[in-house]
């Protein structure tokens, strides 16, 4: 890939982002008690993100659900556990003045939040043990949330697939269209949806375009995750990954 459409990337997927966070703040919810949208009030975190690590073509892109509440909603990195992300990514998110109205069980912290974000730090885990520095994993790969919302109800946060028919259709419809721009931007070798929901996402928008794999979801939530998440890591991204070198004995 030439240097120019690296470069060129970059501001193009900014503004696709800028897009996706304008038509997120105008869709209506019902479900959801509190909606969060880390785009806006953590956009200083995503934009770095972005421009450190976004400009990149030709990887393999990796594709999760939404943000959680202790990870992307505080820093604006998808998986981002605070610490995560202050330590290898070394990324210092600051918040915006002004924050969305706050579920009393989630409060907005930013960079002082001090909760353990299980996905973020198992997903990022992996890549640190994996790759060293950060950017020797971005050379292969990339990390995108489908949805940029994060849905609190209750006691619990909520995925996209907990909404209503109404609210899921106008989500997909403008999660489909930034996904697909991003898709035209990145062109990505391969898509890895990390939980079944992003792997229907891609399989439904993109059809048989590009490879497509699935890696189970890293929660503690799952069963799955909590075997071994980095041996099914491993598995799932093998076709894309460097080979380890043996050590001499």
């Known amino acids: 890939m030439s240097t120019h459409r690296t470069v060129a990337a970059r501001p193009a997927l900014l503004n696709t982002v800028r897009r996706l966070r304008r038509e997120a703040e105008a869709l209506k919810w019902s479900t959801p008690s509190h909606v969060y949208n ?7 975190g995503q934009r770095e993100y972005l421009e450190r690590f976004g400009g990149r073509c030709g990887r393999v892109l990796l594709l ?6 202790w990870g992307m ?3 604006g990195v998808p998986f981002g556990d605070p610490a995560v992300v202050r330590t290898w990514f070394r990324i210092e998110s600051r918040l915006a003045r002004t924050l969305p109205d ?11 939040c001090h909760r353990y ?32 919302l994060l849905f609190l109800h209750a006691n619990h946060n909520l995925t996209p697939q907990h909404l209503n028919r109404r ?19 990145l062109e990505p070798v391969a ?9 229907l996402r891609a399989q439904q928008l993109l059809g048989d375009r590009l490879p497509l794999a699935y890696l189970p979801h890293p929660s503690p939530a799952s069963p799955a995750a909590n075997r071994h998440w980095p041996v099914l890591a ?14 001499k004995p």
């Open 102 to 112: 706050q579920h009393p069980k989630y409060p907005i912290l930013g960079m002082a």
């Open 38 to 44: 880390p785009l806006r009030y953590a956009w200083n």
């Open 167 to 185: 609210e899921a259709q106008a989500l997909t419809a403008v999660c489909d269209r930034a996904l697909a721009r991003v898709v035209q931007l």
């Open 64 to 69: 999760g659900i939404n943000p959680g509440p």
């Open 234 to 247: 491993e598995r799932a991204l093998k076709p894309w990954l460097p080979v380890r070198r043996m050590r």
């Open 191 to 199: 898509i890895v949806g990390i939980g079944r929901y992003a792997e």
């Open 117 to 148: 974000e299980g996905s973020g730090s198992r997903l990022w885990g992996w890549a640190q043990r994996r790759f060293g520095e950060p950017e020797q994993f971005f050379e292969r790969f990339f990390v995108w949330n489908y949805c940029p």
């Open 73 to 75: 909603a505080q820093t």
